[in-house]
């Protein structure tokens, strides 16, 4: 089954990290850009950042730059969204979704809550 | 960044009718460059039109996207209860992409 299953969300006080993973199942992973999409509580989507295939190029939301890191392994089918100095307006469901611009492929999502 | 905005905010339609959503860009899409998400609730978002105008795969083709430039539309044939959801258009043409807020199908 064609599938990407993340996990690494929970609850995180204001200034901390989270990391979170994706494994992608039933293609190959190493031919694809991956990205990661956010959703908050009740609102819209909202691109967070995008990892090309072969980690070359990666891009961010300004909101995120200097705070968050995609990165990947395509030996264990994951990519990884490091998070750190996260503030509130960084609560939402973090969805891994496959490819670089538009996405074809999207996972279930996880949930970070920032909050003291 | 280039701003998306889609309208009508809300539609109210009956099942078998047409529904046409809109997507208007602050500034010119290439036409590769712009998609289409469905969304129900409680789900994951699910891609529908790719390229401005590209089924995805497993899309009925009841779904139909056009446009150009600045101005891009959805159009959903003969509703079906199935595609009452909410519907976002994407740019990926210049970084950082960018989503519309979104469209809400909902039955009259």
């Known amino acids: 089954e064609v599938q990407l299953v993340e996990s690494g969300g929970g609850l995180v006080q204001p200034g901390g990290s989270l990391r979170l993973s994706c494994v992608g199942s039933?293609?190959?992973?190493?031919?694809?850009?991956m990205s990661w999409v956010r959703q908050a509580p009740g609102k819209g989507l909202e691109w967070v950042a995008s990892?090309?295939?072969?980690?070359?190029?990666?891009d961010y939301v300004d909101s995120v730059k200097g705070r968050f890191t995609i990165s990947r392994d395509n030996a264990k089918n994951s990519v990884y969204l490091q998070m750190n100095s996260l503030r509130v307006d960084d609560t939402a469901l973090y969805y891994c979704?496959?490819?670089?611009?538009?996405?074809?492929?999207w996972g279930q999502g996880t949930l970070v809550t920032v909050s003291s | 960044e280039i701003v998306l905005t889609q309208f009508p905010g809300t539609l109210s339609l009956s099942p078998g009718q047409r529904a046409t959503l809109s997507c208007r860009a602050s500034?010119?899409?290439?036409?590769?460059?712009l998609a289409w998400y469905q969304q129900r609730p409680g789900q994951a978002p699910r891609l529908v039109i790719y390229?401005?105008?590209n089924r995805a795969t497993g899309i009925p083709d009841r779904f139909s996207g056009s446009g150009s430039g600045t101005d891009f539309t959805l159009t959903i044939n003969r509703l079906e209860a199935e595609d009452f959801a909410v519907y976002y258009c994407?740019?990926?043409?210049?970084?950082?992409?960018?989503f519309g807020r979104g469209t809400k199908v909902e039955i009259k």
């Open positions: 979704a496959r490819g670089y611009s538009w996405v074809d492929l």
């Open positions: 039933g293609f190959t992973f190493s031919d694809s850009g």
């Open positions: 990892l090309r295939q072969d980690g070359s190029e990666k």
């Open positions: 500034q010119s899409v290439g036409g590769s460059d």
């Open positions: 390229g401005a105008s």
């Open positions: 994407q740019q990926c043409d210049s970084s950082p992409w960018t």
